[in-house]
């Protein structure tokens, strides 16, 4: 998906000044959420990189020096690129796991690196369900809620997605079980905690959806009881981490149908609000490409989720900082997330502090590096 090309357009030296000249920013205050002490209300979103080794899932020094280049410049909370919790959840190559004792290795240099900067690291647990293809899952078929093909190819493989097999009730608590060890598995190799993947139509999701799931057991049936699934993952990390070091990540956006929005957005909100905190959640991110897009009663999905929601929002979408400035002011968000740019600018923050331009995201230079 591309860059909203007006983020660049709208983020230009008069906004950085506005901010650096003006009272002291939220945006680079300390803030304390959940277990962690970040040094500014920023977030480095997830981002998938497809630096791992292909057939390990095992990352490597080029990775550790990466996210380290974040930490060092200030980046409050980093989320890492999605780490699935299972071969079966893999859905590109060169995506990495948390599920060997060789894979946790690996990380250890990563969260060393950015420990040794002062930064704060969360893993992204992951599993794409049937945004997959066999040749990726361990000539398995993908999982999935309903044995229904998404439209679309997998991403980087250029190849259709896989018609998926039904899950079992046994390979629901299994599942629930490797988002769990996986989380456990983060916290060894030095992670602060971890966000659940669970947006973008992305297998959590896929249960969320009626696209996707049309089931008539307990994970089935209306809005309320299909996020059943979401809540046994939820309940199974916060009982194996705690929920102070648990996010979890929720959207209306499909992969593989970009253009989706629940037909009643407040509704929808307030039932994915309830239902976190059933499961005991006390930190959401919201995840949405257009930020400032009004919803329902003139608000954004963000304001929607901050009207039935009191614990702590991470928010995202093609966010600048003035948006982003403007939202922790309001209190809609307590940290601003940020993607793109920072792929193209590992000093993000000090550019921002210092009225510096951005460098533009550039997929033909910026795609396939790690800068």
Known sequence: MAENKELFEATGISTWRKLQDGPES?????????????????????MTRCFADDKTGIVGDDVARYYRKRAADGIGLIISEGIVVSPRGKGNPGVPGLYTQEQIEGWKKVTEAVHAEGGTIIAQIWHVGRLSHHELTGNLPPQAPSAIRAEGHVARFRKPYDTPEEMTAADIQEL???????????IEAGFDGVEIHGAHGYLIDQFNSDASNRRTDRYGGDLAQRLTLTKEVLKAVIDAIGSDRTLIRFSALKVDDPDYMWPDPDGAIRTFTEAFREAGA?????????????????????????????GVIVGVGTLNPETAEQALAEGTIDVAAFGRPLLSNPDFIHRVKNGEPLEEYDAKKHHGVLV
Do not use: C
Not at 292 to 301: P, V
């Open 282 to 310: 006390t930190m959401i991110h919201p995840s949405t490409m257009h930020f400032t897009r009004i919803l329902a009663d003139g608000k954004t999905m963000h304001q929607l989720v901050r009207k039935y929601w009191d």
């Open 26 to 46: 939220k945006l680079f205050e300390p803030v304390k959420i959940g277990a962690w002490s970040l040094r500014t209300r920023t977030a480095m979103a997830p």
């Open 176 to 186: 629930a079980g490797q988002f769990a060890q996986a989380a456990r598995n983060a």
